[in-house]
């Protein structure tokens, strides 16, 4: 039956193709984080910036280094520090004496997929830099604007915010992550393969080894076949509905914007491309919720000491929703 | 006794200052004053001028007189509203409270009262009660949703089916198979039916691992049709009602 009505519509064969081998090629290396894993392309292919929050040493920087490495493409990494300042991200103007000129100089924020590790460790002067890139692909500087080539991509990691030296990221900035994924420390099965993988493999050549599986070009089609797929009308009422329920909820003292809503169309588009899918089901709705919109809101100060976090409540959001049926 | 004295000495300093004053402006007595001899009165005569006399003109009386703004009669006051009167009665007796000698007692009364409100409050929010109880309803789950999900235990499925196909809408048909599915699977005590459940989290609710494969193809076919929004031929819908019969009618 499925392959009967599939067929004569949405061609998904290389797109299925392209995250299988991303998914092998990180498989490789990465033991378990399955989930994390097709986070990370679901986000590449949904054309958003994706914020992995875990504690030290759940291999964040590794997970996006390995996607980074898997895409044919420029990659640069900056490492934030507290003393960082905006121009040392965004590049600056220096004075030429030959030509008695100043000369714009781009900096590490110009490339196609950018690593910014311990995000949460600059100040907010510094994470402000990142607003303008992040949402209209473009940095302007000294009244020159510079467009940003596609795709660009901005992967941060974050230690969570109850860590020594760390800041909390601004609101604006967060909603301009199409995900936080949280990364989970591996259980102890997955904890003696990777010891194991460790002790008989040298894993650092293994890194190196991970050749890229998909080029701009392929990327940019995924993209285009994504945007297409279908959602049915009481699909994208179904993610108003949630989206409009964070901003009611009494235990939300912040609900989600509207880019929430369409983030989670978009997110839940390419979840359903990768399961071989030309539309959107109830599930994928559900799927991305949490890592859509637990970063975007924020809980009352009476919750937040009970012990509650944002994504109970997105779960307590969805169990109050008819699944439209 | 020094009293006696103060108050001796203001009664004997203001009754000086009376006949002092008594004294100004006032015809002095005849006894009083000495006897001198009457002035010689001169009278001076203008004879040279003549003397007109001019009358007021009684016309500019009579407009004056008719004038709004020379009548001095006291007019009785227009008819108040009910609601100034309201005003008018509550600031009358906002001033009473507030004025008279027990405003004191009353303002006692209303800081007592404050002061239980405010213990009240604070009592009800750290033992975790949620005010918001008090508070007008929220509006939060009464967003528009033009076609809520059925109770599938109130649909006449067969009515419903015949109609959709009637109508050639096999789509809509597929659905009222799939929620009749559902109710059977519910009746059944195959799965427990919740409107927020989604298909998937049906699925693994079968216990049977033949059904729940049989369950997995229907789900899949419904979420293309419908979800997908395939279109569906007739020939392939009457082989879709045929395996929805069949799952319905086995156990």
């Known amino acids: 039956m499925e392959p009967e009505l599939t067929n004569h519509r949405t061609d998904l064969t290389e797109l299925s193709q392209a995250v299988e081998q991303i998914r092998a090629s990180l498989g490789k290396i990465i033991v378990g984080q399955k989930e994390t894993i097709d986070f990370l392309i679901a986000g590449l292919l949904a054309d958003g910036h994706i914020l992995l929050e875990g504690v030290p040493g759940v291999a964040k920087t590794l997970s996006a280094k390995l996607v980074a490495k898997s895409i044919d493409a420029s990659f640069s990494r900056i490492q934030f520090t507290p003393d960082l300042m905006p121009s040392d991200v965004l590049g600056t103007s220096v004075f030429d004496p030959r030509s008695a000129t100043f000369e714009y100089r781009k900096g590490p924020i110009f490339g196609h997929i950018i690593l910014i ?124 509905k949630i989206t409009h329920e964070t901003r009611n909820n009494k235990s939300l003292y912040l609900g989600a914007s509207p880019r929430a809503s369409l983030a989670m169309i978009n997110s839940a588009k390419a979840i359903a491309a990768m399961a071989g899918r030309d539309f959107v089901t109830p599930d994928d709705i559900i799927k991305v919720a949490a890592p859509v919109l637990a970063h975007r809101i924020m809980l009352t100060p009476d919750k937040e000491m009970e012990g509650l976090s944002t994504r109970d409540i997105v779960a307590q959001i969805i169990q109050k929703i008819e699944i439209p049926r | 006794m020094l009293r006696f004295s103060l108050l001796l000495f203001f009664l004997c300093c203001s009754s000086l200052t009376g006949s002092v004053y008594a004294g100004v402006g006032q015809p002095a007595s005849k006894s009083t004053l000495p006897k001198k001899a009457a ?76 002061f239980v409100v405010l213990v009240i409050f604070f009592l009800l929010k750290f033992s975790g009660i949620d005010l918001k109880f ?84 229907l789900t899949n076919q419904f979420e293309y049709i419908w979800y997908g929004e395939f279109f569906l031929e007739k020939e392939r819908f009457n082989e879709l009602q045929t395996d929805f019969n069949n799952f319905n009618r086995t156990s």
């Open chain 1, 117 to 240: 590790d311990e995000i949460n460790r600059a100040p907010a002067k510094t994470q402000s830099a990142l607003f303008e890139v992040m949402e209209e692909k473009q940095v302007t500087v000294d009244g020159h604007t510079y467009a940003m080539e596609a795709p660009f991509m901005v992967l941060a990691t974050q230690n969570p915010i109850e860590q020594e030296g760390t800041y909390r990221l601004p609101e604006a900035q967060l909603d301009r992550f199409l995900f936080k994924i949280e990364v989970k420390y591996p259980t102890l099965e997955e904890e003696t393969t990777i010891l194991l993988n460790q002790h008989q493999q040298n894993l650092g050549a293994e890194v190196k080894e991970v050749k890229p599986v998909l080029s701009i070009a392929q990327i940019k089609t995924c993209r285009a076949i994504i945007k297409a797929l279908h959602v049915e009308p009481k699909l994208i009422e179904y993610v108003a």
């Open chain 2, 39 to 114: 002035p010689k009165k001169i009278i001076l005569e203008d004879t040279n001028s003549v003397v007109q006399v001019r009358l007021f003109d009684l016309e500019k009386i009579k407009a004056y007189r008719a004038e709004k703004d020379f009548k001095y009669d006291n007019l009785a006051p227009e008819n108040e509203s009910l609601w100034s009167r309201f005003w008018k009665w509550f600031w009358h007796l906002f001033d009473r409270i507030f004025s008279s000698s027990k405003a004191g007692n009353y303002f006692g009364y209303f800081i007592i009262a404050v």
């Open chain 2, 134 to 217: 008090f508070a007008s309803k929220s509006k939060s789950l009464e967003v528009p949703y033009t076609e809520a999900l059925d109770n599938i235990h109130e649909i006449n499925f067969d009515h419903e089916i015949e109609k959709a196909i009637a109508s050639g809408n096999y789509r809509l048909a597929i659905r009222m198979f799939y929620l009749r599915t559902l109710k059977y699977l519910s009746d059944t005590d195959q799965i427990n039916w919740q409107p927020e459940k989604t298909n998937q989290a049906y699925i693994q609710e079968i216990a049977n691992a033949d059904r729940k494969h049989l369950f997995t193809t």
